[in-house]
Nanobody, 117 residues
Framework: QVQLVESGGGLVQAGGSLRLSCAAS????????MGWFRRAPGKDREFVAAITWIPGNTDYANSVKGRFTISGDSAKNTVYLQIDSAKPEDTAVYYC??????????WGQGTQVTVSS
């Protein structure tokens, strides 16, 4: 099995930046991409951003476009999420996930991001 471990979460003031990282414990050649999701208190988990290794496409939720940047290393099954111009609405637990074919098969434990106003 593949285990994902997130890091980089923490407290940041509005307008600040954070960089989240997520790495797989084991390499998998079946990975076609990775993504980030988040869950705010009292809300359902929502999609944030995703990257497909080939051809390297990226997708973002409308709420984070222009502020968040996803990147990664397919050889290491590692993904990053650069958060810029953070807003209080970004406060949530962020989860990374690894996609195989059309499904996100493996999930991390989550890392807390708190944006103060």
């Amino acid at each position: 099995q593949v285990q994902l471990v997130e890091s980089g979460g923490g407290l940041v003031q509005a307008g600040g930046s954070l960089r989240l990282s997520c790495a797989a414990s084991r390499r998998t050649f079946r990975s076609v991409g990775m993504g980030w999701f988040r869950r705010a208190p009292g809300k359902d988990r929502e999609f944030v951003a995703a990257i497909t290794w080939i051809p390297g496409n990226t997708d973002y939720a409308n709420s984070v476009k222009g502020r968040f940047t996803i990147s990664g290393d397919s050889a290491k099954n590692t993904v990053y999420l650069q958060i810029d111009s953070a807003k209080p609405e970004d406060t949530a637990v962020y989860y990374c996930a690894l996609r195989e074919e059309y499904q996100y098969r493996y999930w991390g434990q989550g890392t807390q991001v708190t944006v103060s106003s």
